[in-house]
């Protein structure tokens, strides 16, 4: 392009610029111009992909999570947290190490007689599966019925020969341990079945998710449930356990002929006594499960007459050996971890995580929108790069 002035002719192409309706323009400033424009819309509109993406996996993990919360609180945790149908376990009991119990042994040589030594006694819990379901058919509530023979005797002694046993079908809610009415129920002890039986209160455990707080627990002895009172908090091999002390005072249970002898009073063959018993039994429950992780009884029974002792029949202070200790504990303390981690950890961790992912993925989706929204906008609107407030006036 030539431009004539004062009758000379200068060549505009020979220089890097260009005119444009009477101003010069730089041309390389308009190539950067246009060049810095794209690389601009390239960038925001790899932002804005970016953005989007990342708003769709923040509220998709955090739906999850919160569905997951509501369904570990509502579903979860009460398929899990019963006790399985077709139970199966052994506990051991011995008097404490160096210490003798006082019994009577009613068959001793040459008749009923007051000894001493050490005692061991033994709980056998067996689930009776069919048993329970034809208890939750009849009563519509999801119940369990464990059979349980439990006996007491010197160490070695065969269960046939021990000094006192029992055994009892016990119904009971699977959830809260608590015994409930049912016909199948009943009670055996020397030889004497009585059925159907009632039971009251907690039998073989506490409930799930135990309080710190008093729990009715049945005594065999008294036919009937005794609160077992809180006591504290401790620890057992590692594992955590509330402590509750169940007290049960001296309490008149039955009326018994006994040889005059056996109370002091040899000149009469036979006397009517009053069978006394007392009880502290202390119990180490784990809250998640209430599973029963150590048990310990100190037991008093006398023969009264007229109001007075005469003859001491039981003092003895059993508790649950080391070896079943330890192997409650290892059995229960993984499954006491899981259902407190289903109980409070996720949903609560769950819910808090999820909301947030949710309200920050709905966040970044609503910022990429704008940002895709303005894009026509940034490309139409005048750069300050290369504005024509730079561009140079051509010379009159």
Not at 344 to 360: D, Y
């Amino acid at each position: 392009m030539w431009r004539g002035r004062g009758g000379r002719r200068e060549r505009a192409s020979d220089r890097s610029t260009g005119d444009l309706c009477g101003i010069v323009v730089d041309r390389d400033a308009v190539s950067g111009l246009l060049t810095g424009s794209v690389s601009r819309v390239s960038n925001d509109c790899e932002g804005v992909h970016v953005g989007k993406k990342t708003g769709f996996a923040a509220v998709i993990i955090g739906a999850f999570l919160l569905v997951l919360a509501v369904l570990a609180k509502t579903y979860a945790y009460d398929e899990l947290a019963v006790v399985p149908l077709d139970q199966e376990t052994t506990t051991v009991s011995k008097t404490m190490p160096g210490e003798d119990a006082t019994y009577l042994n009613v068959a001793a040589e040459g008749g009923p007689a007051i000894e001493t030594g050490p005692l061991e006694s033994r709980r056998n819990v067996v689930g009776q599966v069919e048993a329970s379901k034809d208890a939750s058919d009849e009563l519509d509530e999801n119940i369990a019925v464990w059979e349980t023979f439990s006996y007491t005797a010197p160490p070695g002694t065969p269960a046939d020969q021990a000094l006192s046993g029992t055994r009892d079908v016990v119904p009971f809610e699977r959830t809260t341990g608590d015994t409930v009415r049912w016909q199948g129920a009943e009670t055996e002890s020397n030889g004497v079945v009585i059925s159907p039986f009632s039971f009251y209160g907690n039998y073989f455990k506490f409930p799930f998710n135990t309080q710190k707080e008093s729990v009715d627990f049945w005594d065999d002895s008294l036919g009937k449930g005794v609160p077992a009172e809180y006591e504290g908090t401790e620890k057992i091999e590692g594992l955590e356990v509330y402590k509750f002390v169940q007290t049960v005072e001296p309490t008149k249970i039955a009326e018994q002929p006994v040889p005059g002898s056996l109370v002091g009073m040899p000149d009469q063959a036979t006397v009517v006594a009053d069978r006394m018993y007392a009880n502290v039994r202390t119990l180490w429950v784990e809250p998640e499960t209430g599973v029963i992780i150590k048990g310990q009884e100190e037991q008093l029974a006398t023969l009264d007459v007229d109001g007075e002792p005469k003859a001491t029949i039981t003092e003895a202070t059993l508790g649950y050996d080391d070896e079943t200790v330890k192997a409650t504990v290892d059995e229960y303390k993984t499954k006491a971890m899981l259902l407190g981690m289903i109980r409070t950890t996720i949903p609560v961790v769950g819910g808090i995580l999820g909301g947030l992912l949710v309200l920050g993925g709905a966040v970044l989706l609503l910022r990429s929108r704008k940002g895709g929204d303005g894009d026509g906008d940034a490309q139409d609107a005048p750069s300050d790069e290369g504005s024509p407030a730079e561009a140079t006036p051509a010379k009159a």
